[in-house]
Structure formats: C-alpha cells, structure tokens
C-alpha cells in the first residue's frame, strides 16, 4: 500500500497528458457566439452594386432559414469558400452577404469573376455592423431563422463537410420549425 | 561601470509596450482619451489573441478603438462600454477573466494546487518524523555492564 504513493507522480503526468491531448486540440481561435438564439441586431447597409438591393436586419426575417456570411473580397478564406456557396445557391440555398471592409469597386470585381451566390448584400465598409455580429474574422456565417433569430455561427469557410455535417441538418430542422 | 547602470535602468524603466492607437483615432480630451486607453489596455484584440486592442496592428482592432470612444463620446461609463464590446464579443475579450462559475477554475485552481501540494509535503514529514520521535530503547543490562568496562578502561588509560 504504502508503496502505492511512487505511482502518484505517473498518475499526475497521466492526467496532465490527457489533459493536452484535450485541450490542445481545440482551436482557440474559435469563439462561441453570444448571439446564439437571440434576434440578429439591427443593421441597414447600403449595396455594394447601386442597382442591387442592400441589406438591412428586417430583410432576414420571415424568409425561412437564410444564411448571412461575411465576406471581403481581400479575404483569402473566403476564396477559398466561394465554390461552396456557388453550389449551395444552385441547391436553393439562401444566402444574404455582408461585404467587410471591402471597397465597391474590388466587391464588384470579385463577384463578377467567381459568380454572385447572394440574394442580398450588404456594404460595411466602416465595420459596425460586423462588430455587433462579434465577427473576429472573415469569412463567418450566420444561420438566422423564420424569426430573425441566429442559430448558429460557423468560423472560418463552410467546407462540404461542414455543411453536410452541421448545417444541411439545422436547416433543414429549422425549415420545419 | 557602475556609472552606466542607473542610466540605464532609467531608460528600461521608460520602455512600455508599443501602442497601434493612431493618431487620427485618438479624442482631444484627453481625460477620455486616458479613459480609452485604460478599457483599451484590458481588451483583448479577437486577430491576434495575445495583444490588448492598443498593441493591435489589426484592422479590426482599430475599429474597436474608434467604437469605444464614440461610446465614451455619447456618455458611456467605463463598465458600459465594456459591457458593450462584451456583449458581443463574450467574456474572451476581457484580459483579466470575471470571477464567475465558468471561469472557477482559473482563479481557485492554482489554490487548489497549493493546497493539495501541502497536504503531500505535510504527509511526507510526518511519515519521515515518526520514527525519530519514539525515545530511543533504553539499554539493557549487559549492555550497560559494556558500557561501564568500556568507561573504565578509558579512565585508566
């Protein structure tokens, strides 16, 4: 028994070990969103194109389950995403898109050379809008439901395993809400 | 030698972080800005985790600059303005955590530690004393007839 006490050591290293093997596998840069199940906050931006419409929070509600992604054309990872979108869009998917501080004419240039995936878009150029969705980094995405209530927050780029995996099945929960 | 370290442990002293707050950004009254410097100090910029929305290069932080003046501009308290960027941002902002039911661990835990260290030092000693405390068994007669032949002989020696 008393014996038994040499093994405390490897016993703590055992759950120091477990513990890094746990913790250092979760990605510290992503954040839980404090706006899950509450109303999206109140924004009106004005469109990147003149001749599109802009987006304001009231255009989120009621629509069913729409996605709202930050986006920027400066954005790397957003790139990255863009196909996916595109073939969301051709499956009915509704995406609405914040354009973060981007200018109108390197927005225009973007969509025009990788395809449009949005209904709306929204330009916040100076940022507030983005800021009070507590996005830390593009791209992020919003699942806003009937009510204009988020759901979910999805960091970084929507891959097609994320979207298979989390969001088809939320949206298609939330469509039968 | 010695005449070159006052001077320059004067100029260590004087050596803070380097701040990203431009100039465009800052308030001309500068009891606000003093304000804003002190909240900004305890933000944690969301781009680079490790550095205070002060110390930020990034984009974003700026926005968060100019954000909590315009809050402290329209009559924001301190705690409000915090509470603002709290609001949307959750506790991560916060470089020095609220003391609350998720965050137990990181205030007590190093307690804890000490404690439990404690408790294994004041076990150790007390396994390792006990032996030393009991008197010593006393000696028994043949020994003491040794002792005695011993003490004699180094008498008449």
């Given at each position: 028994m008393r014996r038994l006490i040499f093994l405390a050591p490897l016993l703590l290293l055992a759950v120091v070990v477990a513990g890094f093997a746990l913790g250092l596998r979760?990605?510290?840069?992503?954040l839980p969103s404090t706006?899950?199940?509450?109303?999206?906050?109140r924004f009106s931006l004005p469109p990147v194109d003149p001749k599109a419409p802009g987006l304001a929070t009231?255009?989120?509600?009621?629509?069913?389950p729409r996605l709202l992604n930050v986006f920027g054309s400066w954005c790397v990872s957003c790139r990255y995403e863009h196909p996916v979108l595109m073939a969301l869009k051709s499956q009915g998917v509704a995406i609405d898109g914040l354009d973060w501080r981007d200018t109108r004419a390197d927005a225009t240039r973007f969509l025009a050379a990788e395809g449009n995936p949005y209904e709306r878009i929204g330009d916040d150029e100076a940022g507030h809008a983005v800021i009070d969705l507590g996005v830390?980094?593009?791209p992020e995405t919003f699942v806003v439901d009937r009510q204009g209530r988020v759901r979910y927050k999805q960091v970084g780029p929507i891959t097609p395993e994320v979207w298979t995996a989390t969001i088809a099945p939320l949206m298609a929960r939330l469509k039968s809400e | 030698m010695k005449r070159l370290i006052a001077p320059f442990l004067a100029v260590l002293a004087l050596a803070g972080p380097a701040l990203a707050v431009l100039p465009s950004e800052q308030l001309s009254n500068p009891k606000l800005e003093a304000r804003a410097r002190k909240i900004g100090a305890e933000l944690r910029c969301l781009v680079c985790q490790n550095e205070t929305i002060d110390e930020s290069e990034a984009p974003l932080a700026g926005d968060l600059r100019v954000l909590l003046r315009q809050r402290l501009l329209a009559g924001d308290s301190d705690q409000q303005a915090i509470a603002y960027i709290v609001a949307r941002?959750?506790?991560?902002?916060?470089?020095?955590?609220?003391?609350e039911a998720d965050t137990l661990i990181l205030w007590l835990g190093p307690f804890l530690v000490l404690v439990l260290g404690g408790l294994g030092v004041a076990a150790m000693t007390r396994t390792r004393a006990t032996p030393d405390m009991q008197p010593p068994p006393s000696l028994t007669p043949e020994e003491e007839a040794a002792l005695a032949r011993r003490l004699e002989a180094d008498r008449v020696s």
């Amino acid at each position: 028994m008393r014996r038994l006490i040499f093994l405390a050591p490897l016993l703590l290293l055992a759950v120091v070990v477990a513990g890094f093997a746990l913790g250092l596998r979760r990605d510290p840069s992503l954040l839980p969103s404090t706006l899950i199940g509450k109303p999206l906050p109140r924004f009106s931006l004005p469109p990147v194109d003149p001749k599109a419409p802009g987006l304001a929070t009231a255009d989120m509600i009621g629509g069913g389950p729409r996605l709202l992604n930050v986006f920027g054309s400066w954005c790397v990872s957003c790139r990255y995403e863009h196909p996916v979108l595109m073939a969301l869009k051709s499956q009915g998917v509704a995406i609405d898109g914040l354009d973060w501080r981007d200018t109108r004419a390197d927005a225009t240039r973007f969509l025009a050379a990788e395809g449009n995936p949005y209904e709306r878009i929204g330009d916040d150029e100076a940022g507030h809008a983005v800021i009070d969705l507590g996005v830390a980094a593009a791209p992020e995405t919003f699942v806003v439901d009937r009510q204009g209530r988020v759901r979910y927050k999805q960091v970084g780029p929507i891959t097609p395993e994320v979207w298979t995996a989390t969001i088809a099945p939320l949206m298609a929960r939330l469509k039968s809400e | 030698m010695k005449r070159l370290i006052a001077p320059f442990l004067a100029v260590l002293a004087l050596a803070g972080p380097a701040l990203a707050v431009l100039p465009s950004e800052q308030l001309s009254n500068p009891k606000l800005e003093a304000r804003a410097r002190k909240i900004g100090a305890e933000l944690r910029c969301l781009v680079c985790q490790n550095e205070t929305i002060d110390e930020s290069e990034a984009p974003l932080a700026g926005d968060l600059r100019v954000l909590l003046r315009q809050r402290l501009l329209a009559g924001d308290s301190d705690q409000q303005a915090i509470a603002y960027i709290v609001a949307r941002y959750g506790h991560f902002v916060l470089l020095k955590p609220p003391f609350e039911a998720d965050t137990l661990i990181l205030w007590l835990g190093p307690f804890l530690v000490l404690v439990l260290g404690g408790l294994g030092v004041a076990a150790m000693t007390r396994t390792r004393a006990t032996p030393d405390m009991q008197p010593p068994p006393s000696l028994t007669p043949e020994e003491e007839a040794a002792l005695a032949r011993r003490l004699e002989a180094d008498r008449v020696s």
